[in-house]
């Protein structure tokens, strides 16, 4: 239902079209009976200025924002929250009553409340693969959830050695090369590269060395069973699927916009493939 008073939020990417977000937020608009609507903003990133000064004007709620935009927006804020600041990105907009722009970020909660029943009481040690801002959320998320110890190995280690000088003591970094032997001791493996996306390449590592009480979990939902995924499942391995950190991020961002805090509905998982089928 779409009234006159209807609440208006959306994601800005470049593309967009690939977004889940729409189908994500509508879904609980419509289960939860608000007058609202969520959108689709394809914005290039030069328009980005001009579009965040206008969206105010237009009455918008706030919007979400993915590649390429979360770092690109900072500069437009009048306001970011703890997270925010540390991780260097914005995935959540609010657009308070008095017209600031508050900037948010909750891709770590998400990530942590996705894998967060399933890691109960195993927080020594983590394994994360990838340096860019997935990463760095994830991290982040790590350190604040009580893990012992974070591993980070990047093909570029130069960036690998960046974020953990940022975030101190916790996070060490190996060489690429010596992925498969630093899963021995590991609770929790996390593959935040982009490899195992559908039209790029899997991700080669080998799970010998990995506990068989470990958890793996991949931040690649395209597809939703990435070769990694099926390998560990394959092998006994207990994995969560990156399709329930979008879920969980999205819960904090519609709570903000439209007043109620959502539900992970056990029907919204087989809404999302569904939509994820249409694109
Ligand atoms: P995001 O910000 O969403 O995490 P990104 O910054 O493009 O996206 O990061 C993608 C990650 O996948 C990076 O860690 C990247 O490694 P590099 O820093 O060396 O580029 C990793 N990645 C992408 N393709 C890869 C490949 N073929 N082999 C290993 N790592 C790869």
Known sequence: M?????????????????????????????YYNIDGVYIPMPVKPEELPEVIKVLPKLGIRGFNLTLPHKELVIPYLDFMDEDAKFIG?????LIANDGTIQGMNTDAYGFIRNIQPHIDGKKNKAVVLGAGGAAKAICYGLIKEGFGEILLLNRTQEKA??????????????????????????DLLVNATSLGMESKEPLEISLDMLPKHAVVTDIVYTPLQTPLLKDAK??????????????????????????????????LRPHLIKAQGVK
């Open 161 to 186: 050695e960046e974020m953990a000088a940022h975030f101190g003591g916790r996070v060490h970094v190996k060489s690429w090369d010596t992925r498969n032997r630093a899963l021995d001791w590991a």
């Open 89 to 93: 990105a914005v995935n959540t907009v």
């Open 2 to 30: 779409l009234s006159g008073k209807g609440k208006v939020a959306g994601v800005i990417g470049w593309p967009v079209s690939h977004s889940l977000s729409p189908a994500l937020h509508n879904f609980w608009l419509n």
């Open 234 to 267: 394959g092998r006994g391995y207990l994995v969560v699927d990156g399709l329930g950190m979008l879920m969980h991020q999205a819960v904090p961002a519609f709570r903000v916009w439209y007043g109620i805090k959502p539900e992970i509905l056990p029907e």
